[in-house]
């Protein structure tokens, strides 16, 4: 695996806002979203283009287009449905493929519960997002579905990261490339993430 944390300035200013405890719910929705915009633009930057020509003001222009696989977006549920819209905001023709995973609360791991996929999944890049990679096991559980799917080209961002999730993930899937705006410190006794972002699902939907 390759996990690349995106430390550009606009992110790392968002970043702290997500941080901040007194963040509204409505606020925290909105950096969710522009932050994912900021980390897509980065986790896209190796697309394929290929030149055509236009009918321009001036004459024939060669401009690009993109050319590679097609994008499935694949928000693990519930969290990852407050980064969907900073994906789609930035490639709006990208399929929603949702994974149903919760964290059993007594042993933080991943209980799978429902998922829906493209039926051509196999063929498109399949971009994973979920906020936080606190144990990794919902990553590497999302990731073997769409493996047991066909998908080979497969990556994914996140908002933070512990050294926990990105070794769990680089263990069980090398081959996929990770994103996220930043590595925290470690996880705490119940497995959320230091310093972290707190409950992301509670703060993006205003459950607490
Ligand atoms: N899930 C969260 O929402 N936060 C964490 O810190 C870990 C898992």
Request: with cysteine; net charge neutral.
């Amino acid at each position: 695996m390759s996990f690349t944390v995106v430390d550009h300035p606009l992110i790392r200013h968002k970043l702290g806002f997500l941080r901040r405890s007194d963040t509204s719910t409505s606020k925290f929705r909105d950096l969710a979203r522009e932050v994912t915009s900021l980390l897509t633009y980065e986790a896209f930057r190796d697309m394929e283009l290929e030149p055509y020509t236009v009918k321009g003001w001036a004459g024939p222009v060669k401009v690009e287009k993109l050319s590679g696989k097609k994008v499935a977006v694949v928000p693990i549920l519930r969290a990852g449905i407050g980064m969907l819209q900073g994906v789609l905001d930035i490639i709006p023709s990208a399929r929603v493929n949702v994974v149903g995973l919760y964290r059993d609360e007594e042993t933080a791991e991943p209980v799978y519960y429902y998922h829906k996929l493209s039926s051509d999944v196999e063929n498109r890049l399949a971009v994973i997002i979920d906020p936080m990679l606190a144990t990794g096991n919902s990553m590497v559980a999302a990731i073997d579905l769409l493996k047991k799917a066909g998908c080979r080209d497969i990556r994914a961002i996140c908002m933070v990261a512990a050294p926990e999730g990105m070794k769990c993930v680089e263990d069980a899937h090398p081959d996929v490339r990770v994103f996220a705006a930043a590595l925290d410190d470690k996880l705490n006794e119940v497995k959320y993430i230091l310093p972290g972002l707190g409950d992301a699902g509670d703060r993006l939907f205003g459950t607490k």
